[in-house]
């Protein structure tokens, strides 16, 4: 240990009281700022580091760790540690952040067992608007677990810390393995062959969600790779859609998982309270509140049949879902000289231009924050195995004699109408020798109860134009 209570430090500014921890490389002070009078955590690097002849690479990922941090500050993200300054103190660099005073969740949850659904939803919706934050500048952490999310005492609100890990996942590959924490890491942290990315904090995060409602460290993804199957303890009462959410982010193959953490809270179900904690909406809304002015004014609307795509993006910026179904599937019929037809073909799809294609999906994905559109529909047919009626029954495209069976907020429901087909459904009319009698049956219904003739518009979905759609964004 360096320093002792009592030292002074940046000329008598700070004023060390306690060591609050240490780790494989990094050691951290409670000081106090006497100039704000505020308590302050001090981080800076171990007696042992400091002998390391990998000094100098410490020392650098160190300044990324602030650097990250400092571009972080402008948001004030209330679930991030704050970075104040940084200074040298006996040409050791010094870190100076927000103390936070509360209690690990790792120790929470090891001292007064399992949490319950609802708050252990709420604290990780809130780990995964900061992560969303630190996604948005291009990072990714690498080290999301319970042990690096502090609960603020008195409060319902958690803060995620230790930022060591960090990479840009633009060039998030790695000549060095990174640290990883057991049962906590994917299974692209533990090799430099395997690309690191945004579904990477995925993985942890999910982990760390069953972990805090089950007080087991979950297996790691080695064992995983090894054969061995994450189970959830049989005593315990936990939601079938919460599992599959923490088995999906947990997926050994990256690509199995949602590819942001967007889109895997969009598997989760929202608390019961809008009050206390934020929904998934609300944390949408906070990924989108310093984008959509500038999707709008940098959206690529290129077409290759000159078509106006400025309706369509206007509508999904509004979040106007079902009005811009409307405006897609009205502009798929223009692009495929269908209009007078009224619905589209598996032809037709299969001659679709590429441009406008994609030209729609990317309006959809990014003004939903990745939660509605053809690639998310993709992703969704892919993990079913390509079973049309499992995919159909997870994106909420259902029917059930016309009844409105539909789950319009299902991830991946939209766009709908281009799949559709719709046929009238009369009480009794089917093939063959049925078909012969029905007539009678009917003029006898009519005399007694008219209102039995009213039919049904059922809605049916044309499997051929979805795969051939699907197959052109490859």
Known sequence: MFWVPGEKLEGGKYIVQKVLGQGGFGITYLAKDIYLDRNVVLKTFNKKITYNINLPKFEEKFTNEAKILGNLVNFRHSNIVQLYECFKEDQLLCLVMEYIEGENLYKIVTQKGALDEREALKYIQQIGSALIAVHEQNFIHLDVNPNNILLRTGKSEVV?????????????????????SQGY????????????????????????????LTRTTPISSIDIFLGQELNFPKN?????????????????????????????????????????SPSIHSIRDYSKRKSVLSLQTNDDLSSEYNVDYTRLRDLL????????????????????????????????????????????????VGYSSERFGFSIQKRIWKSVDYNFKQFRAQVGWKTFLGFNTQKKDARGHYPVQFAQRRSIWFFGIEKGWRKRIMPHIYIFIVGLIPLLLLHFIVPKYNRKIVVYLFAILD
């Open 160 to 180: 995620l810390i230790d930022f060591g890990n960090v990479l840009n996942f633009k060039n998030a590959s790695t000549t060095e393995l990174l640290p990883t």
């Open 236 to 276: 315990l009462k936990i939601r079938d859609s919460i599992k599959r959410a923490i088995l999906t982010g947990m997926s050994l193959e990256s690509e199995n998982r949602p590819q942001s953490v967007q889109e895997w809270l969009g598997l989760l179900p929202t608390t019961s309270s809008s009050n206390d």
């Open 317 to 364: 910026a509004a979040e106007k879902w079902k009005e811009a179904d409307k405006e897609t599937f009205d502009i798929m019929l223009k692009v495929t000289g269908r209009i007078e037809k009224s619905c589209l073909s598996s032809e037709s799809i299969e001659n679709f231009p590429y441009t406008d294609l994609h030209t729609i999906d990317k309006l959809w």
């Open 185 to 212: 890491s994917p299974s692209e942290q533990y090799t430099t062959k395997l690309k690191l990315g945004t579904y990477s904090d995925v993985y942890s995060l999910a982990a760390t969600l069953y972990f805090l």
